[in-house]
Nanobody, 120 residues
Framework: QVQLVESGGGLVQPGGSLRLSCAAS????????MGWYRQAPGKQRELVAG???????NYADSVKGRFTISRDNAKNTAYLQMNSLKPEDTAVYYC??????????????WGQGTQVTVSS
C-alpha cells in the first residue's frame, strides 16, 4: 500500500505564494506520474498540474505561468510552487500518484488534501 501526505497549505493574500509538498511512502518500486488536483466548494475536482518520472509536465490553462510542479524522484516527493495566487485558486488541493509496487502491482493513491485559501 502506498500513502501520500500533503503539506504546505494555508491562508495567503492575493498575489502571494505557497509551496505544497506531497511525500509518498510504502512499498514503492516506481512512480510513473504525480499530479496535483483541486476541488473548490460546489465544483468538480480538476487537474492543476502533473509530472512524469522523466520530468514532462502539464498544467491547467488557469495556472500556466503562475504554478510550477517539480519532483524529487529519490525522495518520492512532488512539489507545487504557487505564485501570484488569486481568490479563485481557493480549494482543497489533493496529490495523486500512480506507479508500481515492489510486488509488481500497479497502484493509484490519493492524499488527504490540504486547504489553500486566498483572501485578503
Amino acid at each position: 500500500q502506498v500513502q501520500l501526505v500533503e503539506s504546505g497549505g494555508g491562508l495567503v493574500q492575493p498575489g502571494g505564494s505557497l509551496r505544497l509538498s506531497c511525500a509518498a511512502s510504502g512499498s514503492i518500486f516506481s512512480i510513473y506520474y504525480m499530479g496535483w488536483y483541486r476541488q473548490a466548494p460546489g465544483k468538480q475536482r480538476e487537474l492543476v498540474a502533473g509530472i512524469t518520472s522523466g520530468g514532462s509536465t502539464n498544467y491547467a490553462d488557469s495556472v500556466k505561468g503562475r504554478f510550477t510542479i517539480s519532483r524529487d524522484n529519490a525522495k518520492n516527493t512532488a512539489y507545487l510552487q504557487m505564485n501570484s495566487l488569486k481568490p479563485e485558486d481557493t480549494a482543497v488541493y489533493y496529490c495523486n500518484a500512480r506507479g508500481r509496487t515492489h510486488s509488481q502491482r500497479d497502484f493509484g493513491s490519493w492524499g488527504q488534501g490540504t486547504q489553500v485559501t486566498v483572501s485578503s
